[in-house]
């Protein structure tokens, strides 16, 4: 069974800092390609960042030079390190992958950002 389960989220002053983590189970974890995505209320669900199993990163230009993606395989665990957050940054996080043409995703980590 697989299963992503994030965990960090919280409330930050506009400034301030977070990092997400998302455990992985159930998954080839070393093989797979894998991002976090955001959904702030009334918009949709797009993509923050993205790093591949060789480790190539993908940001959204709203996060560039602020939000680090990273992974961990002896942990089968992704991060997201958020710095200078800003009150457009409030949103319920998401991990997920793709494996074997089927999508996974965890159920998601609020972040709060107050100005």
């Known amino acids: 069974q697989v299963q992503l389960v994030e965990s960090g989220g919280g409330l930050v002053q506009a400034g301030g800092s977070l990092r997400l983590s998302c455990a992985a189970s159930g998954i080839p974890f070393i093989v797979v390609d894998i991002g976090w995505y955001r959904q702030a209320p009334g918009k949709q669900r797009d993509l923050v960042a993205s790093i591949t199993s060789r480790g190539t990163t993908n940001y959204a230009d709203s996060v560039k030079g602020r939000f680090t993606i990273s992974r961990d395989n002896t942990k089968n665990t992704m991060y997201l390190q958020m710095n200078s957050l800003k009150p457009e940054d409030t949103a319920v996080y998401y991990c997920?992958?793709?494996?074997?043409?089927?999508?996974?995703w965890g159920q998601g980590t609020q972040v709060t950002v107050s100005s």
């Open positions: 997920a992958t793709k494996l074997l043409s089927t999508d996974y």
